[in-house]
DNA sequence: ATTACAAATTGATACAAATCAAGAAAAGCC
DNA sequence: GGCTTTTCTTGATTTGTATCAATTTGTAAT
């Protein structure tokens, strides 16, 4: 996919305007407003499907999943939320998902209105959510192609790549990789059986792609073999 | 999921500021900026993957695939695009994705300048803009759904009864679809085979729901029973 | 440490959708 | 009109993943 981003490097990303301010205030034009903080137990839910959207959050610690439900329970991970990501930013009245931490999270909560007033004063905040959003959109757009058209350990392998890119984004080692979700969580992100992501996960381990030191940590011998089996190369 | 939409109803689209200068023209503060007109042929590429982004489009008349490929072939549309659509409106610098003509199209050609002067300088032209993005990423959320957890009957369903809304918003009969693409498209938006899908619509042509006066219209008998069979609900 | 409980792995079997293979219908073309 | 080509439908078989079932591993509590 797209390695080089021609156009965000230059703006400034949301995050920057949302800590420009002390701890607890966001900067809106030339004066500031206190925005809350939210501490949630692992599986607690943020908000669900159907809430009015009050507030947009921005996660300072921990992992939150949105998904979607169908009536009889079956469920779909629709992302991973990771610290610095927003979420809620989707601005469409009510929560069309719902959102569920994975472990303990720390959230800022910033009310629609400071929303509405950094997009009318503040020159480059609508720029910087319209990046955020659009690369989030493409990011969507790619996991339909997981979903739709890849095999299962194709997705499992694109799934591990993912984590490991976004490992080398925040300058961590990106082979070592941490999974904060349960398997029974990828499953339902991978639209997968927790069975099958285990064979899977046991299969890259067999084929010496991976290792897994324990089951929620996963050393990644050779990416490029990796790379190969997430989109088809390696049979 | 939801039906009504507390915030988009008073807020003026993303087509009101398109639309407000004389045909070709584009009001920028006070003043017009000329924009092009591009026809395409059926099935002619809009841009690929890969391509700098230059202009954002917006659908005159036809419709537009949205694709993903995989480097064997495999292929994963993401939207089709209608009439009023915006379409590469995610700006992040390339673009991720194909663009295709399904049919004659026309469509109209935005410089990416013209769309920052607009950003810039029309007060609520960012916020339309949030809420256009914003509605197409939960509608591609929906469609991970879709993808990695209906069955065959139910994404077949799924995908007539979206037709049957956009319809309906549009003031066109919701009991006739006219399906611009064909089966292999259907195939690749659903990840699908075409003779599943075939046979998933032969399958409610006769429990009654629809019927097929030809292979690229569709009659909704029962849109109450179209909707139980979409999620789970009849089997 | 010992016990309880939840999460992950592994194996055996079933099934939905893919693949392979013809035909039938529709759309272009001379 | 008839001929060719493409698209769609239907049938037979295979296959990848789900389901069902049993261990194993890991975690928390006492």
Redesign the interface.
């Known amino acids: ?2 390695t ?5 490097a230059s703006t400034p990303s949301v995050a920057h305007f949302l800590n420009s301010g002390t701890p607890g205030q966001i900067k809106i034009g030339h004066s500031f407003t206190t925005t809350g903080e939210k501490a949630l137990e692992s599986h607690e839910h943020l908000f669900v ?2 809430d ?1 959207q009050s507030h947009v959050y921005q996660i300072l610690e921990g992992v939150i999943s ?1 998904y ?1 439900l ?3 329970g ?3 991970i ?1 992302t991973f939320c990771y610290p610095g990501d927003l979420i809620g ?6 929560f ?2 719902n959102a569920e931490s994975l472990c303990k999270v720390r959230v800022r909560c910033i009310p629609l209105k400071a929303m509405d007033r950094l ?2 004063t503040e ?1 480059g905040f ?2 910087a ?3 955020a ?6 990011e ?6 997981s ?4 095999s299962a350990r194709e997705k499992v392998a694109t799934f591990l790549l993912r984590i490991s890119r976004r490992n080398e984004r925040e300058g961590v080692d990106e082979t070592q990789l941490h999974l904060p979700m349960t398997r029974s969580e990828i499953a ?1 992100y ?2 997968l059986t927790i069975e099958t992501v285990s064979r899977n996960f046991t299969k890259l381990k067999k084929a010496g792609v991976i290792s897994l030191p324990s089951s929620s940590q996963v050393e990644v011998h050779d990416l490029d073999r990796l790379e190969a089996f997430a ?3 390696e049979h």
Chains 1, 2 share one sequence.
Do not use: Y
């Open positions: 996919m797209l080089t981003n021609l156009n965000t499907a159907g009015a949105v979607e169908l009536p009889d079956r469920r779909q629709a930013a989707d601005r469409i009245g009510r069309a998902h997009i009318a020159p609508s720029q959510l319209l990046n959003l659009s690369t989030e959109l493409a969507t757009r790619d996991q339909l192609l979903l739709g058209r890849k339902d991978l639209g989109d088809g190369g």
